[in-house]
């Protein structure tokens, strides 16, 4: 992968590259961003142009055998770690999935990786024997090029076994470099921390992720990608997804589970609660986002009207009549239910029971029968 591959991240581009013109690539590097803004990309950008023999201004050439072979990992000089499950499972005997999800999807998630080596059910870690593996890996010489690269993917999944690579990120061998892919940093030994150059990888402005979705989808509606833009708050990943889910963040599902809500008839939201449970959990989530953008965009639509509240012009009418039933404190309220049901999705609680509660709880706040959780 190369540099220009990788969706905006301007200046930290511009950072890594430098790095390697200077020949100042520190030991080991620290790329810390939220999923989805393109950390692990610029990780492979940066070791494809570390093996590569010519790199141009600091980006691997694409055309030499070196960069033949590392753009289909397959270089001898550039190793992966990454979350597995099962009992002294290594990333070795995973690479053809890692191999085939990347170039399927280089902007993939945890939850991708997780369903990728089916293992929905079953606990995700980077092992004992996956860090001996490390050690063994990089006690040999370089195979080809001048240096090489060992990237580590979700050093949060290290745990306490991260105390086993602390001697050789502190004193690696010879031209070895490692390449460190976090999204949560409070969950990384500090010991391991300090051992690392950060470098930040911040969310992705709207004007970018506007710009990239345009190039790959064409002819979209200006309501569909703003929303689109506004829901994926910064992420590329979350955007494409959103972007194959374009029934699933219609305003109508919102308009008509709002009206049911109100009305509270109890048959009616057992039945769009039973439609709603056949949805897969990432559609259940997208639904609940877009939910709670429409919710924080009523709160504020009163003071900054609805350009800069982003309510879609198509939702706009209902927004209103909702706006003039509804308090800020129901609507604080309503918005930290659904938060909260998003919450419990994450930990698979059962969706049926979670939309059900939640609906209740919606009438009730509308009817004034609730005024606080």
């Known amino acids: 992968m190369k540099f220009s591959e990788v969706v905006g991240q301007e200046r930290v581009k511009d950072n890594i590259r430098q790095m390697i013109i200077q020949r100042k690539v520190p030991h080991a590097v620290l790329l810390l961003g939220p ?13 494809h142009a570390m093996v590569c023999p010519e790199p141009v201004n600091g980006e691997a050439c694409g055309t030499c055998p070196s960069c033949n072979r590392s753009f289909k990992f397959l270089h001898p000089d550039v190793h992966f770690a990454f979350p597995t499950t099962g009992k ?200 609940i986002r877009y939910s709670l953008h429409f919710f924080r965009g009523l709160l504020v639509l009163p003071v900054l009207g609805q350009e800069k509240s982003k309510i879609p012009g198509e939702m706009f009418a209902t927004a209103e009549k909702l706006r003039a039933i509804l308090t800020d404190k129901q609507l604080e309220l309503m918005t930290y239910l659904a938060d909260e049901n998003m919450a419990h999705l994450e930990r698979n609680a059962n969706p049926k029971i979670l939309f059900l509660v939640l609906s209740i709880r919606f009438h009730q706040i509308m009817q004034n029968k609730i005024s606080n959780i």
């Open 35 to 47: 999923s989805g803004v393109g950390a692990l990309p610029l990780a492979m950008a940066m070791a």
């Open 88 to 287: 002294d499972v290594t990333s070795d005997s995973l690479m053809v999935n890692w191999r085939n999800l990347f170039l399927k999807k280089p902007y993939f998630t945890k939850d991708d990786w997780i369903n990728e080596i089916a293992a929905d059910n079953k606990q995700a870690n980077i092992n004992k024997e996956e860090c001996f593996n490390i050690r063994r890996k990089l006690s040999l010489k370089c195979a080809e090029a001048e240096v090489r690269v060992m990237i580590i993917w979700l050093p949060e999944f290290l745990g306490k076994e991260g105390n086993r690579l602390l001697k050789i990120l502190e004193e690696p061998p010879p031209d070895t470099h490692f390449v460190l892919v976090a999204e949560q940093s409070d969950q990384i030994l500090q010991t391991i921390m300090s051992r690392c150059q950060l470098i930040k990888v911040p969310l992705l402005a709207d004007d970018v992720l506007e710009n990239a979705l345009k190039n790959i989808y064409q002819g979209v509606s200006e309501l569909q990608l703003n929303t689109v833009v506004q829901l994926a708050g910064g992420s590329f990943s979350e955007a494409v997804s959103l972007m194959a889910s374009e029934e699933d963040v219609n305003a109508g599902i919102l308009i008509d589970w709002m009206r049911k809500c109100y009305k509270g008839n109890g048959l009616e939201m057992c039945r769009w609660v039973d439609e709603m449970a056949t949805w897969s959990k990432e559609k259940q989530k997208i639904f």
